[in-house]
């Protein structure tokens, strides 16, 4: 599904990936976890095409994609979703996944895609909040809200940063029964996180980043 060879990562004399190797099978959840700065955001940059590495491959189901724009990465079925969140929050719940999505004509919507956005809506247990600002729901329901634009295209590898962090105990086990379904429909997830009970529900296997390597 996913392979990075040699991935190295500068920021002027700052070296912060030193040759990052991995390789991700389809259907099965990842969770890289490290210290703060240690480089984990810096990876999902560069797998989603917001930062290009300074050296080494990605390849997305044996294409190379290491130097593509975000926009064509997503088109090739890579989704994510970011740390501070970046959602419009003077927009709706729903109109925030309506953005999302691929082939979407200005503002309004077919009805194919009200369908499909609002069963992503139901998915994310935010459909009693379909009609209300992105900016006045809960800090939780906005975590969802972002795993829910990234699923909008039907990406097949979902990158998340942080999906509990800083949340409710009510909308971290929504989050991690919402991980589970997405593994049961056959996507792959590549997700960040700290916390250890949420790891352990939700992870087949674990990377840990430390001085720019995965060292297990
Ligand atoms: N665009 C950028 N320009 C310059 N430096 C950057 C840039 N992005 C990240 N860095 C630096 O690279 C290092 C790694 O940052 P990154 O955000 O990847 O860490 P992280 O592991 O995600 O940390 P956290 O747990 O705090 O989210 C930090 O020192 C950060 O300041
Ligand atoms: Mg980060």
Do not use: W
């Amino acid at each position: 599904m996913l392979e990075l060879k040699d991935i190295q990562k500068s920021f002027g004399e700052v070296q912060v990936l030193n040759g990052i190797n991995l390789r991700l099978e389809k259907g099965l959840v990842y969770t890289l976890k490290g210290g703060n700065g240690s480089g984990k955001t810096t990876l999902i940059n560069i797998i989603s095409g917001f930062l290009e590495p300074t050296q080494g491959i990605v390849a997305f189901k044996g294409k190379k994609i290491a130097r593509f724009a975000p926009y064509r990465v997503n088109r090739l079925g890579i989704g994510r979703t970011f740390q501070d969140l970046r959602l419009a929050i003077q927009l709706t719940v729903y109109e925030n996944i309506l953005l999302a999505l691929e082939k979407k004509m200005f503002a309004y919507s077919n009805k194919e895609q009200e369908k499909r956005i609002d069963a992503i809506l139901e998915k994310v247990s935010l459909s009693e909040k379909r009609n209300e600002l992105a900016g006045e729901i809960s800090y939780g329901q906005q975590k969802l809200l972002t795993i829910g634009c990234c699923m909008a295209n039907n990406a097949d590898l979902l990158l998340i940063d942080e999906p509990v962090a800083g949340i409710d105990k009510d909308n971290q086990l929504k989050i991690i029964s919402l991980i589970h379904q997405l593994k049961e429909e056959g996507k792959t997830i590549l997700q960040i996180e700290h916390n250890n009970a949420y790891i352990d529900a939700t992870s087949d296997q674990i990377f840990q980043l430390e001085k720019g390597v995965v060292v297990c």
